[in-house]
């Protein structure tokens, strides 16, 4: 099976852009998916196919891809951003069928 | 109130056996496949299974396969999780998640989560 890497960590001032990446050479051909996920509570899905954000979540999240990089972005960062972001996939090619990435610390500073 | 909720978790021994449930509501569990998704303590996320709406199609990480099993009653909206053989390294929160239903299968990503249940494997 295929690997996800995310940074361990990414820190932004409130107001500011934040930028997760996600490097996968499955990327090109499979959706990527983004959670959000603070302390004690259940991971949240924030982005789906890439770029498409459920119902509820904030406009400031949103995702894009770019070969084998796929970003969720956060504009204009707010406090209770703060958390872990995990990117998944499917792994069609393999037998593990879902791939998330290590995880990535966002502090928001 | 469109929840699932994840029960049975505890401490056992190496070797021992565990079964899990979740509790779905709010919403026509029998239409979705659904999933189990652990992690463990100050880890990430790792997949573990999926079942089908009608259990059709059943499948497991190389990790717990022949050791874990899968299944669902759609007349309780219950899905369970039979874990056997355990060993320290299944030591995790195990959260029942919801496929969100995209394709008419399993689409392989989650749209609900439950909070989860601690499964706590040491001697």
């Known amino acids: 099976s295929y690997e996800l890497t995310q940074p361990p960590s990414v820190s932004v001032s409130p107001g500011q852009t934040a930028r997760i990446t996600c490097s996968g050479d499955?990327?090109?051909?499979?959706?990527a998916y983004w959670y959000q996920q603070k302390p004690g509570q259940a991971p949240v899905l924030v982005i789906y196919k890439d770029s498409e954000r459920p119902s509820g979540i904030p406009e400031r999240f949103s995702g894009s891809s770019s070969g084998t990089t796929v970003t969720l972005t956060i504009s204009g960062v707010q406090a209770e951003d703060e958390a872990d972001y995990y990117c998944?996939?499917?792994?069609?090619?393999?037998?593990?069928?879902?791939?998330f990435g290590g995880g990535t610390k966002l502090t928001v500073l | 109130e469109v929840q699932l909720v994840e029960s049975g978790g505890g401490l056992v021994k190496p070797g021992g056996s565990l079964r899990l449930s979740c509790a779905a509501s709010g919403f026509t569990f029998s239409s979705y496949s659904m999933n189990w998704v652990r992690q463990a303590p100050g880890k990430g996320l790792e997949w573990v299974s999926s079942?089908?709406?009608?259990?059709?199609?059943?499948y497991y990480a190389d990790s717990v396969k022949g050791r874990f099993t899968i299944s669902r009653d759609n007349a309780k909206n219950s899905l369970y999780l039979q874990m056997n053989s355990l060993r320290a390294e299944d030591t995790a929160v195990y959260y029942c998640?919801?496929?969100?239903?995209?394709?008419?299968?399993?689409?392989?990503?989650?749209?609900?989560w439950g909070r989860g249940t601690l499964v706590t494997v040491s001697s």
């Open positions: 998640a919801r496929d969100s239903g995209d394709s008419s299968s399993v689409s392989w990503y989650f749209d609900l």
């Open positions: 079942i089908s709406s009608s259990s059709s199609y059943i």
């Open positions: 998944q996939s499917a792994d069609s090619s393999g037998t593990s069928h879902v791939v």
């Open positions: 499955a990327l090109p051909k499979q959706y």
